[in-house]
């Protein structure tokens, strides 16, 4: 297990190495692209149904996203078994101090969309990555695309419903998740795949809907309060 000691510098929060493939096949792409685009007919919508904003709720320590995991092992040493334990790391952030009411509600809203759009950048990378090493142990092109249909509808059955019921600054929050997690941003993964034309047509629809293909992810600067709550979330801090 890992410590870390990280200070707390200006708190600044504005309103809202998994390797890809270039050769995988279009379709889960553009598949994970459609339903992302969803999010935009949700963004009125509210997760609680008595109507309590996310800005309203205090950030909950005791109820994880992520549970902490512990790996128990065996290392051989000179003949000799010697069992060991292996935990989640630490992340030890000073306690948030916040200048206003304002900027106390912005936090929370920001660790409230965290919480709910991290796991499904996750997946987005667990998919786009185990569908690809399927399709190298296929024999040919045609059981290639009868597999990547079946993905197809799954993905559209299980996260269609799921991205309608996002916030159009969770929608945001995916992208810039799904470039941390995949390590390319939306717009790289098609144009690797379909070329700069198509990508700019999907780029200028997000465009019109206030999002963006291209943003990308940056831990040391503007996302750095993001990556400090990733982090926690991922340790099962938060």
């Known amino acids: 297990m890992n410590i870390y000691l990280i200070p707390f510098h200006s708190l600044f929060i504005s309103e809202e190495k998994t390797i890809f493939a270039p050769n995988m096949d279009a379709r889960i792409v553009l598949v994970w692209m459609t339903a992302l685009f969803f999010f935009t007919e949700g963004r009125a919508q509210t997760d609680h149904p008595d109507n309590t904003r996310p800005e309203e709720v205090e950030v909950d320590m005791d109820n994880p996203t992520f549970v902490p995991m512990v790996k128990v092992g065996k290392v051989l040493n000179a003949g000799d078994s010697i069992p060991y334990m292996e935990l989640n790391n630490v992340y030890v952030y000073p306690t948030p101090v916040f200048s206003s009411v304002k900027q106390q509600m912005a936090y929370n809203r920001l660790v409230y969309n965290v919480k709910k759009v991290l796991p499904i950048a996750k997946e987005v990378n667990k998919i786009i990555v185990e569908t690809y090493e399927y399709l190298e142990t296929l024999p040919n092109k045609k059981a290639k695309d009868e597999h990547l249909k079946l993905v197809e509808k799954s993905i ?74 990733v982090l926690q979330v991922e340790a099962g801090q938060l």
């Open 156 to 229: 559209k059955r299980e996260y269609t419903p799921r991205m309608k019921k996002l916030t159009f600054a969770q929608g945001k929050l995916l992208i810039k998740l799904v470039y941390r997690e995949c390590h390319s941003s939306s717009y790289e993964l098609i144009q690797a795949i379909l070329g700069p034309v198509r990508a700019g047509f999907y780029q200028a629809f997000a465009w019109c809907f206030g999002a963006s293909l291209k943003k990308d992810y940056q831990p040391e600067g503007v996302d750095r309060l993001t990556e400090r709550i």
